[in-house]
């Protein structure tokens, strides 16, 4: 409804708030009424039906303070010094007499508490509510693009992204027009994020000069995301003083090297003050690193951590590293362990702006994994726990597949057993998330696929939210017109659409059945016999990766207790990780009833099926949804129907050849 609304401050944020509100009002009726610091105010005497302002802003009016904004106030401004005091981010809510009250600390809470009031409209037309603190889970709530400037001969321009070109890039230059970056920081600031990397972790030669003569290009892309509360990163390639300073080698611990990085961070700043950090892949797929000087990965990040600490900025160093040059004969090598391996000895080593950033699995981004024992292994150092938002493994946007009940799972996993911390927890360093935007008109290829941003927003400044719910938020934001029927049809289609992908993919956590190379569709052997460590080893007589103490790489040795002796036991093991653990035979008994080769057609057909029936359900939406979105998304679901069955019978196909064990149910088995 149309609303009096007295915006306090003049902070830059504080502008963008009230244009933001502006924009609003203008589509839905009201009245802005801009109140800067001195007291002075445009717009008239009428009382005020929403107040949004700052702990220092104050009240906003020089008469008497409405109820609502003094309970505010008081929340904001805990007299109580046990009561931790309201974060720069963080906002209280309130409503009392008709009256809406939003006090944040800062600017940037106030920016958040604009859009929680666009979330939940409810709150300045509904009944009273008590004063409420709002505060994000995660100081540092990240998205890493994969974008690159050149479009890369097999990758495109954005490698995994499956949403057309980058938005950043265009033509082999930062676009002349970023418009549509503007659209994406508001997009961004609406879901809480507050950092963006701005280009690939495979750093290549002509994205490397960001760093360098394209400068000019990150300035302005900070000045589009700083007006939104968001900080621009960039990916840096280790190699940086070779590629760039003309030095004949990056050693960390060369001091030349070490004036190269703080001379180019000092230039950095210079230019962009508020500059967020570096974000760095090291000795990891090709990428250069610090082993090629017999030094480790705390030499390498610390290195970049000195040049950055005067600013305050971070480094991002991912723990993404492991050997790509595998035998799949040799079965003591394990690519699971590599991470630990790798990071858990230095532990204790790392500046504190150093932010290992580590990857939710132990191997990449598969439907299915158990949490990376990294995330347990190092208390001394910060972590980031990274997600992948783009599909590369997931349906590629072309299938629908809502992955919130997936990182759901992960962040309130208990690496410690049931009285322990959750994953959440142990992030201290934040969520960072690979990005499925690009230049395509629905931003995401698939529209719906949307909802996995909005969700990965919330969660990282709420982990705790039920991701059902958060799905409904994104329903409602995203198809204002949306009746019950359409509603609830979108949830049938979408709330289980995960564990859907995951039955008629790669089964019980074994992983990697895809295409080598682009990882779309099934190709059972297609990783197993290469170099990358990603193997299933099923034979005539079992399926599955031994990575116990007990007979196999040791890998569950890494986890500390009670899962370590859980995952160990195959009997204990839970079914859905059971092949990442185990291999065992095609008739092992699984805790939900049925053998392995049983539960693998019963979930292939049922996955298969699954998809039909969200199809006609999509159908069912026609003339309910806007003819575009329609369109776009009865396409794509065609190709996940041809593709989900193709997965049913390459997988049973190959499992009934193997182990010659029939189908209980004689089904047809291509
Ligand atoms: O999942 C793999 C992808 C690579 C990616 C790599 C990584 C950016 O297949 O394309 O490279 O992970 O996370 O570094």
Redesign the pocket.
């Known amino acids: 409804g149309s609303k009096r609304i007295r915006v306090v401050g003049e902070a830059p944020l504080v502008q963008t708030v009230g244009h933001e509100l502006e924009r609003s009002v203008a589509l839905y009726g009201g009245n802005i009424v801009r109140q800067p610091g001195d007291g002075s105010e445009t717009g008239s005497q009428e009382p005020d039906e929403v107040t949004l302002t700052t702990v220092d802003g104050g009240p906003g009016r020089g008469d008497a303070v409405a109820p609502a904004i003094a309970e505010a106030m008081a929340l904001a401004t805990p007299g109580d010094p046990a009561v931790r005091a309201l974060g720069a981010e963080g906002y209280v809510v309130a409503r009392r007499d008709g009256h809406t009250a939003i006090v944040a600390a800062d600017a940037p809470g106030m920016l958040y508490g604009m859009f929680h009031l666009l979330r939940h409209p409810g709150c300045v037309s509904g009944p009273d509510q008590p004063a409420q603190r709002y505060e994000p889970r995660h100081a540092l709530r990240m998205l890493d693009h994969?974008d690159n400037i050149a479009v890369h001969p097999v990758?495109g321009q954005v490698?995994?992204g499956y949403s057309g070109g980058s938005i950043f890039y265009a033509d082999g230059e930062v676009r002349a027009d970023l418009s549509r970056v503007e659209r994406y920081a508001r997009l961004l600031a609406s879901i809480g994020i507050n950092s963006v990397a701005v280009n690939?972790?495979?750093v290549h030669a002509r994205e490397a000069r960001l760093l360098s003569d394209d400068l000019h290009a990150v300035v302005r892309m900070a000045d589009v995301f700083r007006a939104w509360g968001i900080r621009v990163h960039l990916a840096v390639n280790f190699a940086s003083p070779i590629i760039l300073g003309g030095l004949r080698t990056s050693d960390p611990l060369d001091p030349d090297v070490g004036a190269w990085w703080d001379e180019a961070t000092a230039r950095v700043y210079q230019a962009v003050p508020d500059f967020g950090g570096y974000l760095v892949?090291a000795d990891?797929?090709g990428?250069p690193g610090p082993f090629a000087y017999g030094r480790d990965h705390a030499d390498g990040a610390n290195l970049l951590a000195r040049a950055l600490a005067p600013f305050g900025g971070v480094v991002h160093w991912?723990a993404?590293v492991y050997n790509h040059r595998q035998d799949w004969r040799d079965r003591s090598t394990d690519r699971a362990r590599a991470a630990y391996d790798h990071f858990a000895p230095l532990d204790g080593r790392f500046h504190d702006n150093v932010i290992v950033q580590v990857?939710h699995g132990p191997m990449?981004?598969q439907v299915r994994e158990p949490v990376s024992p990294v995330i347990a292994a190092m208390p001394g150092t910060r972590l980031a726990v990274?997600l992948?938002v783009t599909q590369?493994?997931t349906g590629q946007q072309q299938h629908v597949c809502y992955l919130a009940p997936a990182w759901s799972e992960i962040l309130r996993f208990q690496p410690w057993g049931p009285d322990g911390a959750t994953v959440s927890d142990a992030a201290d360093g934040g969520l960072a998330a690979?990005s499925n935007v690009g230049d395509d008109p629905f931003w995401t290829g698939h529209p719906l696929a949307q909802a996995n941003l909005y969700a990965f927003g919330r969660l990282a400044w709420e982990p705790a939210l039920d991701p059902v719910k958060v799905l409904d938020e994104w329903i409602g934001l995203s198809f204002p017109a949306a009746d019950d029927v359409v509603r609830a049809t979108l949830h049938d289609i979408m709330d289980g659409s995960w564990r859907t992908y995951e039955d008629y993919t790669a089964p019980l956590g074994v992983g990697f059945m895809v295409r080598p190379g682009h990882?779309y569709g099934p190709d059972v052997d297609g990783y197993e016999y290469t170099p990358w460590g990603t193997y299933h080893f099923a034979d005539r007589d079992g399926v599955g990766v031994d990575r116990t103490r007990a007979t196999g790489t040791g890998f569950t040795g890494q986890y500390p207790p009670p899962w370590r002796d859980v995952y160990e036991s195959a009997s204990d093991c839970p079914d859905e990780l059971l092949l990442f653990f185990h291999h065992v035979p095609y008739d092992h008994v699984l805790h939900s009833g049925p053998t392995v080769i049983q539960h693998i057609y019963d979930t292939h057909f049922a996955g298969a099926e699954a998809v039909e029936a969200m199809t006609a359900a999509w159908e069912t939406l026609r003339g309910r949804i806007p003819d575009t979105v329609f369109e776009r998304v009865s396409e794509r679901m065609r190709e996940q129907l041809r593709c989900a069955r193709e997965w049913r019978d390459q997988v049973c196909a190959y499992f009934y050849r193997k182990s010659g064990v029939p189908d209980a149910y004689g089904r047809t088995i291509f």
């Open positions: 994969w990758m490698e995994r690939n972790v495979n892949k990891s797929e990428q991912r993404f990857k990449d981004f990274e992948q590369e493994y690979v990882h």
